[in-house]
């Protein structure tokens, strides 16, 4: 397994133990994250969840819930994580 597996296995254990329902959002983090290869960094995948979560322009509990598991399960620093923001121009 690899790294991308290893992050929805482990998102998808997280979003049982907080209501056990599978949001839209939460879905479409799952399917987003999903289609990448195995083989990218974590920073990538944080980039991906990022992309997913802001893809409305709002950010719902549930979608803040997933981008900090994301960050500490990847480990990104503050350095990556707002790096990863300013790329996608979400500030």
Request: proline share 0%; glycine share 4%; hydrophobic share 50%.
């Amino acid at each position: 397994m690899g790294i991308v597996d290893d992050f929805l296995e482990e998102l998808k254990a997280q979003i049982a133990r907080n209501d056990g329902v599978v949001s839209e959002a939460e879905a479409h983090v799952v399917k987003h994250v999903a289609k990448l290869n195995s083989s990218v960094d974590r920073v990538v995948i944080f980039k991906e969840v990022l992309k997913a979560v802001y893809q409305d322009g709002k950010l719902a509990e549930d979608e803040s819930d997933v981008a900090a598991f994301a960050r500490d399960f990847l480990k990104i620093t503050e350095a990556e994580h707002q790096s990863a923001i300013i790329s996608l121009g979400l500030i």
